[in-house]
């Protein structure tokens, strides 16, 4: 049975510092995704790239850097991405930074109402407050804004903590605002398709999943070329366990890909490795279709 992926780029740094993230999604289709999805059986359709505004604020003056940069960004994904979900389909979005996270869960909220489900596979809790003494981008408060903004900074998301999981975290967050967090340590402890498996299981059958799927959940020695690469992390065979177990299941119907900085991939290997792991798990749904 073919499965149908759509792919399309979110070549943005709006809630970043410096650049790198906003070349990911050319680098990637460079360095063969869409060719390599095809001939693993998928039939897939590469819309592009969204269109960004012509003007996005950069700055770093305090709370929120490049304000309002992120909410344009929320925005106009938020009208985009409603229209690339569809329950028959697979939709796989190339970041990007963090922040896009806000934006398209919003679509995924407004498609699929209280039958959207957010699963986050990354190294950190991406929910620092904003506070008036420091700039900090929004790649870091993405799960602040879902859950804690109250329509302040953006409209309401309707999101809840109970329909979000947090997978390999770094370090469990002194607050996780009610969301079910599975620490890096945590997932290493025993058999890690297991623990993943134990985590899906936590969500009800008739429901539609977002993946949110971060590069520097890995460590450095296996994707140098993270926005932030770290001393700590899964390792690229455990990475793709994660991601491939993950996205066997059904009621996914999205993925998006961030934090890849393609300024510090000068060659493109990093690229291709990011690409293989992909390709190697979306494949795995033809496997379990």
Known sequence: MAIYVKVVGIPHYTGALVSGTELAPDALRKAGLVLQLQQSGLDVQDIGNLRLPDYLPRHNIPPVRNWPAPRMLWDLLQKEAYEWFDPEDFVLMLGGDCSLIVGVAQAHRARYGDNAYLV????????????????????????????????????????????????????????????????????????????????????????????????????????????????????????????????????????????????????????????????????????GS
Not at 244 to 255: A, F, H, N, Q
């Open 120 to 287: 986050v596979i990354d190294g950190h809790f991406d929910a620092v407050i904003p506070v008036a003494s420091r700039s900090i981008g929004a790649a870091g408060m993405g799960l602040w804004f879902l859950l804690q903004d109250e329509g302040v900074w953006t409209l309401p998301s309707g999101w809840s903590a109970d329909r979000m999981r947090v997978v390999g975290c770094q370090q469990m967050p002194e607050a996780t605002y009610g969301v079910d967090v599975m620490t890096l340590e945590q997932l290493l402890a025993g058999n890690i398709i297991e623990r993943i498996k134990a985590v899906m299981q936590t969500i009800p059958e008739d429901v539609k999943i977002l993946v949110h799927f971060d590069v520097d959940v890995m460590h450095k020695e296996a994707m140098a070329a993270a926005y932030s690469p770290s001393e700590t992390g899964l390792s690229l065979q455990e990475a793709e366990s994660v991601l491939t177990t993950v996205l066997r299941d059904p009621r996914v119907i999205g993925l998006e890909v961030t934090e890849f900085s393609a300024l510090r991939d000068t060659n493109g290997d990093q690229a291709t490795r990011l690409v293989q792991l992909l390709v190697d798990a979306l494949a795995s749904r033809v496997a």
